[in-house]
């Protein structure tokens, strides 16, 4: 950029918005608004409001350092450090798997079953940035929520999630390894809804992801090392006992593992068996009821 000359606004903007392009960002204009905003402490709003302005070395340093880590492919959430799950905002970082807007889908299924009962109890399994059990706990309010991770780190974003969305007091965050540990360790007796989207990624799937996921998130949070069915196998086989009589099992799935995941489930002795597909008419969440 050359020295002495006035750079407005809504020039860095398209400078920014070319940059990200030529670096092969998705949605270079819209990654380009949410990292200026952020870097001048402006709303998108009042970014649109201020494209005349004059930006001056120091602030426009400061939009350079936040569109490179972008061009690293560093995700956009995590440079933000937070999100947007179910209309709330949630707290990211580095370590704790960013929320999906087809996860939204399972809770809303969870909130479906869930928001008429009187003193309802949930689990989500595996709950990273909490964002599934912060949902649940703050759009039905007479429920309590246990929240199992293995990760200190996520547990500790999804705490920080719990507060900040006014939720606090009705969950309950447990560190435990879900395939491993005693289920009694992190289960409360009789439980209404058990939720969980583990990692469901193959390590042959792996390598096939976009630089974002791959080279950013938490690598346990979305591969099982294996074929992507071990979390399936391991909660159908040890949740029946911890669920209530008319209690149901939810779980988020991948694009291709409707049948086998569906299998899995009627083999553990589950039935009422049912798959939704989310807004793209992917196979997304599956639920099911101990018989
Ligand atoms: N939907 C996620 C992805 O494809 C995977 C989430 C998971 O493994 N639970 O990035």
């Known amino acids: 950029m050359q020295e002495n000359r006035i750079w407005r606004l809504i020039e860095v903007l398209q400078e920014s918005t070319a940059y990200l392009e030529r670096q092969r960002i998705e949605h270079p204009r819209l990654n380009a608004e949410r990292l200026l905003g952020r870097a001048l402490g402006l709303s998108r709003v009042e970014l649109y409001l201020s494209f005349d302005r004059p930006l001056n070395e120091e602030e426009r340093a400061a939009c350079r350092t936040l569109l490179q880590r972008r061009a690293s492919h560093e995700p956009l959430q995590y440079i933000l450090e937070e999100t947007e799950f179910m209309s709330l905002p949630f707290t990211v970082g580095p370590g704790v798997l960013i929320p999906r807007p087809e996860t939204e889908l399972l809770v809303e299924e969870a909130l479906r079953f869930l928001k008429p009962l009187e003193n309802s109890r949930a689990v989500d399994l595996g709950t990273g940035s909490g964002c599934i059990a912060v949902s649940l706990a703050h759009y039905a309010p007479a429920c309590r929520v246990t929240a199992v991770d293995l990760s200190e780190a996520a547990l500790e974003t999804a705490r920080k999630n719990g507060a900040r969305n006014g939720a606090g007091e009705r969950l309950r965050f447990v560190r435990a390894d879900i395939l491993s540990d005693d289920p009694a360790d992190f289960f409360p007796e009789a439980s209404d809804c058990i939720l969980a989207n583990p990692p469901y990624i193959s390590r042959d799937e792996w390598d096939r992801l976009a630089p974002e996921i791959r080279e ?76």
């Not at 294996?226 to 694009?255: N, Q, V, W």
């Not at 299998?263 to 101990?290: H, M, Q, Y």
């Open 216 to 291: 950013w998130e938490p690598r346990e949070a979305l591969c099982d090392e294996g074929d992507g069915l071990a979390f399936y196998r391991s909660i159908a086989a040890r949740t029946a006992p911890y669920l209530r009589k008319g209690g149901r099992l939810m779980a988020e799935i991948g694009h291709t593992q409707a049948a086998a995941v569906r299998e899995i489930f009627s083999e553990s002795g589950f039935g009422d068996i049912s798959v939704l597909n989310d807004l793209n008419g992917i196979p997304r969440v599956i639920t099911a009821a101990p018989q």
